[in-house]
T-cell receptor, first 114, second 116 residues
Framework: GAGVSQTPSNKVTEKGKYVELRCDPI?????LYWYRQSLGQGPEFLIY????????DSGLPNDRFFAVRPEGSVSTLKIQRTERGDSAVYLC????????????FGPGTRLTVT | AQKVTQAQTEISVVEKEDVTLDCVYE???????LFWYKQPPSGELVFLIR??????QNEISGRYSWNFQKSTSSFNFTITASQVVDSAVYFC?????????????FGKGTRLSVIA
């Protein structure tokens, strides 16, 4: 079946602009995660949804970052007043609920803030 | 706090050599999961294995094998008879296991280059 998809694959924006990154999880997966991967680093957790609600947003770096999942499927990560330090690959993952399930990752969105 | 350390930043081997990627973890949880993911040049993370902290049996899957040792907090990954297609960045990760879905804590990764 279809895997996790993310759009756009690449996004270049100017400092100070607003961006939205989209994640479409695997059908039937109720858990959805956002991670950020900087060059040469491992992915770092941002936020996790269980259904429509954010179960854990402790990884969001500041209040410029926000994410929604209004219908419990597609999620959008929103970044306001982008800064050059926000440049990274933003990864989305999904899984079934419960601890016994691995997370499947999408191809990521490469965000470049100029 | 949870932490995963992959001390090897880069490894280069000649095709058909065996190679072991090290992973050391820290956690206060008594129940947790350990993972390995592969990130090829295309960039998409590919799940390789999940191991429950209660299960210390080593696992073999084709040319891949994993050695979990709770006594040393290590979860090492060995590729036997390496191939060029094994070239990728490999990540070890950890999550708690007692409160439902939890985020993964990743190491910084080990870049493996297999030379023909």
């Amino acid at each position: 079946g279809a895997g996790v998809s993310q759009t756009p694959s690449n996004k270049v924006t100017e400092k100070g602009k607003y961006v939205e990154l989209r994640c479409d999880p695997i059908s039937g997966h109720t858990a959805l995660y956002w991670y950020r991967q900087s060059l040469g680093q491992g992915p770092e957790f941002l936020i996790y949804f269980q259904g429509t609600g954010a179960a854990d947003d402790s990884g969001l770096p500041n209040d410029r970052f926000f994410a929604v999942r209004p219908e419990g499927s597609v999620s959008t990560l929103k970044i306001q007043r982008t800064e050059r330090g926000d440049s990274a690959v933003y990864l989305c993952a999904s899984s079934y609920s419960g601890t016994d399930y691995e997370q499947y990752f999408g191809p990521g969105t490469r965000l470049t803030v100029t | 706090a949870q932490k995963v350390t992959q001390a090897q930043t880069e490894i280069s081997v000649v095709e058909k050599e065996d190679v072991t990627l090290d992973c050391v973890y820290e956690t206060r949880d008594t129940t947790y999961y350990l993972f390995w993911y592969k990130q090829p040049p295309s960039g998409e993370l590919v799940f390789l294995i999940r191991r429950n902290s209660f299960d210390e049996q080593n696992e073999i899957s084709g040319r891949y094998s994993w050695n979990f040792q709770k006594s040393t907090s290590s979860f090492n990954f060995t590729i036997t008879a390496s191939q060029v297609v094994d070239s990728a960045v490999y990540f070890c990760a950890l999550s708690e296991a007692y409160s439902g879905n939890t985020p993964l804590v990743f190491g910084k990764g080990t870049r493996l280059s297999v030379i023909a």
